[in-house]
């Protein structure tokens, strides 16, 4: 079966910020109250993926949230018109506020776990929402983006799921701990789940945000085959180092897991497995980089797994697209020189400025969901939502029309960004194939 992986981008939000809310995430903490550039933001996205398709492969686009959400600080007791609302929120709850403005739907590697239909038992591409329970601000994404992915995936070759259920057991971040290993994207292949505990588990120091539990339920409902499955438990030095998701020590791409040494709990028996459960239907390459090479604090502080890696059409090895920041350092840069030298998978390194991301933790992977789509798939995809020139450069506009230019601390309180946010999406509802009827705020009867 002909197939092709569509890295879906997050089409980064006005209200992009840095509120330091996300606990584990290194970079988050560390820039938190720093001025933002939202627009900047947005375009280094736009950017990114441009670069992408200009490699031949395909982009897909999806739209930010509606932030504020009101229906949820309406929820909390605040009365009023929707300005009277935010003023009181603001005022009493600043915290929930922040979490309330959060962009942080940017990150679309989080907005939902995939499975193509090679894997899946009924031959549907399969797309489960995530519930981001562990984090506030990520927990109030899941309806929307439930409704995102729908609006896009809409055809008769999809199952979109919403969110599991909203309790820590089920703790689920989405493709963020999932990878997938294959022959070729078309082809049966091994999908990798990862979680950092199991759901009665608890733990000192950063947060473990994806659960053993929630993996078996994605893989239960997806129907996988058990003898494609692996669980894989991630290691806790990764998480206390800051490794808040997998995507931050591991990457996958057809045939090539690239990771960490430090990144797996027991990686002798998670690349037996893997080796195992891929037997007869491929030979898995194992790239590793090892911490005396690239010590684990200096792989999560460059983001250089944080990486998208791709198979560009009729290439014989794969590209690495990764951070500028990785090219900063000099021994993450020392570690890919040597590895592009030798005559292994990765045969190239493409690096990207993603920087206003990356002041929040996120780098080019964190801003991609990958979505392998076979022939007729990829044709029941509402149009519109696969990114050309046209619409790359309708976004630009869009994005230099409404988005300003710095957003401060103190901005953020002011009710006119609630009123702008609304017009910048109202605005791309026209840009996007969204209709008129998808934000909130647009079904409101007045």
């Given amino acids: 079966m002909t197939a092709v992986e569509i890295n879906f981008d997050g089409l980064i939000g006005p ?18 109250d720093a001025v933002a550039r939202p627009r900047d933001a947005a375009l280094e996205g736009i950017a990114k993926m441009r670069r992408l398709m200009a490699m031949g492969v395909p982009q897909g686009v999806l739209p930010p949230l509606e932030r504020p959400p ?18 009181a929120a603001w005022r009493s709850e600043d915290r929930i506020a922040r979490n309330a403005l959060a962009a942080s739907a940017m990150w679309a590697a989080n907005a939902a776990t995939v499975s193509p239909s090679a ?22 994404e899941g309806p929307a983006t439930t409704r995102a992915l729908r609006r896009i995936f809409a055809g008769v070759p999809f199952r979109v799921h919403d969110p599991l259920p909203m309790q820590s057991a089920f703790a689920d971040e989405g493709a963020a701990n999932h990878m997938r290993l294959c022959a070729e994207h078309g082809a049966p292949g091994v999908e990798v789940f990862v979680y950092g505990r199991a759901g009665d588990e608890h733990r000192s120091g950063f947060p473990a945000r994806q659960t053993l539990e929630a993996c078996r339920a994605l893989a ?7 003898a494609r499955t692996v669980f894989v438990r991630q290691s806790a030095a990764a998480i206390e180092a800051g490794a808040f998701h997998n995507d931050v020590v591991a990457v996958a791409d057809c045939r090539t897991l690239f990771f960490h040494e430090q990144a797996f709990e027991d990686k002798a028996a998670v690349l037996a497995e893997i080796a195992a459960k891929a037997r ?12 005396a090479d690239v010590p684990l604090g200096d ?3 460059s983001y250089l797994f944080n990486s998208q890696l791709v198979t560009a059409p009729g290439a014989d090895r794969q590209v690495l697209i990764a951070p500028r920041e990785a090219q900063e350092s000099a021994r993450t840069t020392g570690f890919v020189e040597a590895m592009l030298a030798g005559n292994g998978p990765i045969g190239a390194v493409e690096f990207v400025d993603v920087r206003e991301s990356m002041k929040n933790g996120g780098g080019p992977a964190c801003l991609r969901l990958r979505v392998v789509a076979a022939d007729d798939e990829r044709a029941a995809i509402t149009p519109g939502f696969l990114l050309d020139d046209a619409r790359a450069s309708a976004l630009e506009s869009w994005v230099r029309t409404y ?12 009710p006119s960004l609630l009123e702008e946010t609304r017009a910048a999406l109202d605005a791309l509802t026209r840009v996007l194939p969204l209709g008129g009827d998808f934000y909130a705020f647009q079904r409101t009867v007045s």
């Fill in 280 to 291: 007869g239907l491929f030979d898995p390459a194992f790239v590793e980089v090892p911490a």
């Fill in 70 to 87: 009101m229906a949820f600080l309406r929820a909390l007791g605040f009365v009023g018109d929707d300005r009277a609302v935010w003023e």
């Fill in 403 to 414: 988005y300003r230019e710095t957003l401060a601390p103190g901005d953020l309180a002011d």
């Fill in 119 to 140: 894997d899946c038992a009924d031959g549907c591409l399969h797309l489960s929402a995530a519930n981001l329970s562990t984090m506030l601000h990520r927990a109030l």
């Fill in 220 to 226: 239960r409902r997806h129907g996988l085959d058990p």
């Fill in 299 to 301: 792989a999560i502080t």
């Fill in 15 to 32: 209200t992009h910020n840095y509120a330091g809310l996300s606990e584990g995430n290194l970079a988050s903490a560390r820039n938190r």
